[in-house]
């Protein structure tokens, strides 16, 4: 994996059926997703999107190309979302062998987070999942993990260590100049999942989106469009 942010990396975008990002009614149909043969006939499936985090949000919308758009803010005052982004990244990761001999624990899988709103972030300083290492890993599970995650959640701030003495940190939280996310900045964020046989360095597979934060259209942009309409409408009129 690069150590700078750029250009979306998938091989495909579209429809991930398998992929319920963990959830009910979270879309799947506009997923970057990679897949790559591995080891005699094991297939590692990546997928990143970007959704909507309640179903009032406004739309999360995408280019196409592994980039989303979503606008910045809070839920609505009173609500469960008061404090949380309205809109959420969702990634899956499965390792699939037709043997059953090959998990996730059989390779390093890092998913990475970020919270700065500059352009391409190092991966160096952005919050890392560590998925081989138990996070968000379900035993009754061990070849796909996947979730959708908000970027306001503490853990992601804070890191997390599971309650085994021992245990390694399987969230690392972001140790760039920016170490919260402001759900109200306008910027791009990246996210990313890299997977690697243990002690290689270079991947076997990678997939990579941008969120790009932008404002709430305001109240004189709608007015306008809304003149524009009638506009429209009333040179039609004149046409006839």
Known sequence: MSTVQADPIFDSFGLLPQATFGGTDIPNDAVAASTQFVDSGVVITLGLTATPRFSAAPAVTNDGQGRFFAEAGNGPVGSDNE??????????????????????????????????????????????????????????????????????????????????????????????????????????????????????????????IEVQTIPEPTGAAVLALGGLGLMTRRLRCDQR
């Not at 760039?176 to 996310?181: E, L, N, P, Q, R």
């Open 83 to 208: 404090s949380t982004a309205q809109w959420n990244f969702g990634f899956y990761i499965e390792v699939d062998d037709p043997t059953g001999g090959k998990s996730l624990d059989d390779y390093d899988i890092t998913l990475f987070y970020d919270f700065d709103p500059g352009q391409d972030t190092p991966t160096t300083v952005m919050g890392r999942f560590l998925i081989d290492e138990g996070a968000a890993l379900d035993p009754s599970e061990p070849t796909v993990s996947q979730g959708s995650q908000n970027l306001t959640f503490g853990f992601l701030e804070n890191g997390f260590t599971p309650p085994i003495t021992g245990a390694p940190q399987t969230v690392v939280p972001p140790t760039g100049s920016i170490t919260t996310f402001d759900v109200d900045a306008f910027g791009e964020y990246s996210f990313a999942i890299s997977v690697a046989r243990p002690g290689d360095l270079f991947p076997l597979e990678s997939v990579q």
